[in-house]
């Protein structure tokens, strides 16, 4: 191995290294702001994400790019939920409506979490930066309902049904008979006739 290819090796392992830490500060912060809400100590974090403050101040300044690089963590978390319900056998329209409606509504336990009413994302408040991370993720998401093949007005109706579901499924208000009544329906609305 030359001196060059040693230096490249390092520079990945050191990237890798950077963004695990990084990653273990947001999942850390995300777990201590979740149970102790958002006014929590940056030092708290830090044990949580086994790193020294400064190390912590190192990936995220000041509480605020925090709270930002968490909330960016989670609406990231949420797409990959969603598409680790896409079924990649389906080869017709409506595959990441079907996965959204799936993650949504039952099969992933992170979008309960954060989609109960007393969620983390309602806990962290807003800002300008947080405002215009969500406005980002309606795009993407826009996109690919866009993409998806279903008629428009059938792909927003599925979507902001099933995303009421979602909220709804941690009141008293919908029982769980009811939620799978109302997936089973908002599954089938997603086959193009």
Not at 57 to 77: D, K, Q, S, W, Y
Not at 86 to 106: Q, V
Request: aromatic share 6%; net charge negative.
């Amino acid at each position: 191995m030359t001196k060059s290819d040693r230096a490249t090796t390092g520079d990945r392992a050191a990237t890798r290294d950077k963004e695990r830490t990084r990653r273990a500060i947001l999942d850390a912060a995300e777990a201590v702001f979740t149970e102790r809400g958002a006014n929590v100590a940056l030092a708290d974090i830090a044990v949580a994400a086994g790193v020294t403050k400064s190390g912590l101040m190192h990936h995220f300044p000041h509480r605020e790019a925090l709270v930002n690089g968490v909330t960016e963590h989670i609406l990231t978390r949420l797409h990959e939920e969603v598409r680790a319900q896409i079924d990649l056998s389906e080869n017709r329209p409506g595959k990441f409506t079907r996965a959204y409606i799936r993650a949504f509504t039952g099969d992933s336990e992170y979008v309960k979490r954060v989609l109960a009413p007393t969620s983390l994302i309602t806990t962290l408040g807003t800002s300008p930066e947080r405002e215009a991370l969500y406005e980002r993720d309606a795009r993407i998401l826009a996109d690919a309902f866009a993409a998806d093949g279903l008629p428009h007005t059938r792909a927003l109706l599925i979507r902001y049904a099933t995303e009421g579901l979602a909220v709804a499924a941690a009141s008293p208000y919908l029982s769980d008979e009811d939620l799978e009544i109302a997936r089973a329906e908002l599954l089938a609305m997603t086959e193009v006739e």
